[in-house]
């Protein structure tokens, strides 16, 4: 009896070797452990986990869901006794997001992803500071193949609504405190309602949940018009651009767009301009759809005279 005890607590600390080696280079390479069990519940600044003779303990910076290099400290070792680890230097780069809030408070259709769309709210623009270069948010995340998804786990979750699971979350948990993540905070609205609506809400730090979010009470539309480009000038704000456009067969003028969409765009060369809008009480010309409809993309086209696209205005 006493031998086969021993046995068993042999080949119980056999496995916490083990298991505790493969543990600890997961976590090494910035991969989730997979024989630990996380013990603390929430979202609580301290997070333990239990393996078989031996614990890791986390402080993590935003939530327990981010990267393990943007913990402000991690130990790891036996029970009785852990030591600190330390990523920072294993990590390629580190972003800071700049928060651009705007003079009126209003929704705008940032980009859709997965037949989602992401708005901006009483937000001008969200910059990321990759060190090297600077870009829109939604820029970032598409050139670094990152999803908005895993964008909305590097922030606590405070709130859940009884719409159907709509949520709200934050840097860290309330509306007054900034960590250095972003330079002014921001908080994110996860619409998941009954009736179907999983739009997103990037808006500023003070930003409450509103019903009216997350309703599909109105029905953005869409038309795309094909413009080539003849001069390109750049704003005192580089934020901005302006182009010189003509349709064809038709009429030019000079507008104002957003540097982000059109970074790519040349002299010379056609492209199609897709606008949102919501009610069509606005005159059929350049000038009036640029000023009373939000341009969402700008697309070259190869296609030239009657070809193009010159969708009306429904």
């Given amino acids: 009896m006493k031998k086969k005890i021993i046995i068993c607590l042999g080949f119980i600390v056999i496995l916490g070797v083990v298991f505790g080696i493969i543990d600890y280079n997961r976590i090494n390479n910035l991969e989730d452990p997979l024989f630990m069990i996380r013990v603390t519940t929430g979202n609580g600044s301290i997070q ?14 935003l939530s327990y869901t981010e990267p393990y290099y943007m913990d402000n400290e991690i ?14 230097a294993q990590v390629e780069y580190t972003y800071t997001i700049e928060v651009k809030e705007s003079d009126s408070c209003s929704k705008d259709l940032y980009y859709s992803e997965d037949d989602r769309d992401i708005y901006l709210y009483c937000l001008d623009s969200i910059l990321v500071n990759d060190g090297s ?19 909305i786990d590097l922030f606590i979750e405070v709130d859940t609504y009884d719409d159907g699971g709509s949520k709200i979350y934050r840097e860290l948990g309330d509306t007054t405190q900034v960590n250095g993540f972003t330079d002014r905070g921001l908080t994110i609205l996860e619409c998941n309602t009954i009736e179907g609506n999983k739009d997103i809400y990037l808006g500023s730090i003070d930003m409450e949940y509103d019903t009216s979010f997350c309703k599909n009470e109105a029905e953005y539309k869409t038309f795309t018009r094909t413009y080539n480009v003849k001069s390109i000038y750049i704003d005192d704000d580089e934020e901005y651009v302006y182009l010189d456009i003509e349709q064809f067969q038709g009429e030019s003028s000079r507008v104002r767009v957003l540097s982000s969409l059109a970074n790519e765009v040349k ?20 000038d009036s759809i640029f000023e009373n409809t939000t341009l969402i993309s700008i697309k070259e086209t190869d296609k030239v005279g009657l070809e193009q696209v010159q969708e009306a205005i429904k």
Avoid: A
């Fill in 267 to 286: 002299m010379g060369y056609n492209y199609e301009f897709t606008f949102q809008y919501l009610d069509n009480d606005f005159i059929d010309n350049i």
């Fill in 48 to 61: 333990h986990y239990i393996g078989i003779g031996y614990r890791m303990k986390r402080e993590v910076g």
């Fill in 75 to 88: 130990r790891f070792g036996l029970w009785l006794y852990t030591w600190e680890l330390d990523f920072k």
């Fill in 133 to 151: 270069s600077t870009v829109e948010l939604r820029d970032y995340l598409n050139n670094e193949g990152i999803s908005i998804d895993e964008f």
